[in-house]
């Protein structure tokens, strides 16, 4: 009889803290909308609805590359920023994985840019990554 107890209160705190959201994380989307104005729970249009708002299709690479210096992106620890993918340039922003915390969510934004040197489009892409 105690052993039962003393396994169903273990089985319980076990359940409990897999229950908790893991501590330390930070959400990739609340770490994009340090550079976006993200609306609440947004997903990969209004991201990149979002995205659009501050760089316009058509805008030179130049003042892409300028935006990208101001809001520190690629330099703050946050994202990682690859130029000259080709004709592309890509915005990485992980979310800071909480303790336990297996599996975590990111954004990959494709920036492609014309031979005229304008952007074209922006692709952004939500992937996990994990075990």
């Given at each position: 009889m105690r052993r039962s107890v003393v396994a169903g209160c273990v089985a319980a705190?076990?359940?409990?803290?897999?229950?908790?959201?893991?501590?330390?994380?930070?959400?990739a989307e609340a770490r994009l909308?340090?550079?976006?104005?993200?609306?609440?729970?947004?997903?990969?249009?209004?991201?990149?609805?979002?995205?659009?708002?501050?760089?316009?299709?058509?805008?030179?690479?130049g003042a892409f590359r300028r935006f990208v210096s101001n809001e520190r992106i690629g330099a703050d620890g946050r994202s990682i920023f690859g130029?000259?993918?080709g004709d592309a340039?890509?915005?990485r922003v992980d979310e800071k994985p909480g303790l336990l915390q297996m599996v975590t969510a990111?954004?990959?934004i494709s920036f492609d840019?014309?031979?005229?040197?304008?952007l074209d489009s922006v692709r952004v892409r939500h992937v996990f990554t994990g075990p």
């Open positions: 705190a076990a359940v409990a803290l897999l229950s908790l959201p893991p501590l330390g994380r930070e959400p909308s340090r550079y976006f104005e993200l609306p609440a729970h947004p997903d990969t249009v209004a991201i990149r609805a979002a995205i659009l708002r501050r760089i316009p299709l058509g805008s030179s690479r130029a000259d993918q340039d890509v915005i990111s954004y990959i840019f014309a031979e005229t040197g304008t």
